[in-house]
């Protein structure tokens, strides 16, 4: 009936995978938080510490102002720093995340000081906030001492 769409049974083949994967792939978040965690309190502490690993997948910079949780006094961004002979903390207001890059809060650089904590549940819930008033709800892992 139509020669021109004589399909080969190898082409066929191919054009099915083509369709079945077309669906396989899940869609890319603008902000994604992955390795989210909250270090257990240190017995007689109510201060803790938050990683996570912050993915900016836009052609936008972003600019990352502070933290919240409804389980915490306060949240400020620390940075470790060196000093002379001994190692310091230093707080951060803001930090920019260039477009289609990550961040990492981690042990000895970029971290959350959380202040103000009764308790770490397995669950802890902590909202960015970014500088053009996004708020992005994640929700940390206790990490054990």
Known sequence: MFPFLKVTRQMFLVIMVALAC??????????????AQVRDLVPGRDTTAGYFVLTNNTTNELTLT?????????????KTVQRENSV????????????????????????LM????????????????????????????????
């Open 114 to 145: 959380i202040f103000g904590v009764a308790e770490v549940p397995d669950n802890f819930p902590v909202t960015l906030q970014f500088s053009s008033g996004e708020q992005l709800p994640v929700t940390f892992s206790k990490l054990p001492l």
């Open 88 to 111: 310091g903390m230093q707080r951060v207001s803001s930090l920019a995340i260039a477009p289609n890059s990550q961040v990492r809060f981690e042990r000895g650089g970029l971290h």
């Open 66 to 78: 502070g933290a919240t949780s409804e389980l915490a006094r306060a949240i400020e961004m620390h």
């Open 22 to 35: 077309s669906g396989c792939t899940k869609p890319v978040e603008p902000i994604a938080v992955s390795a």
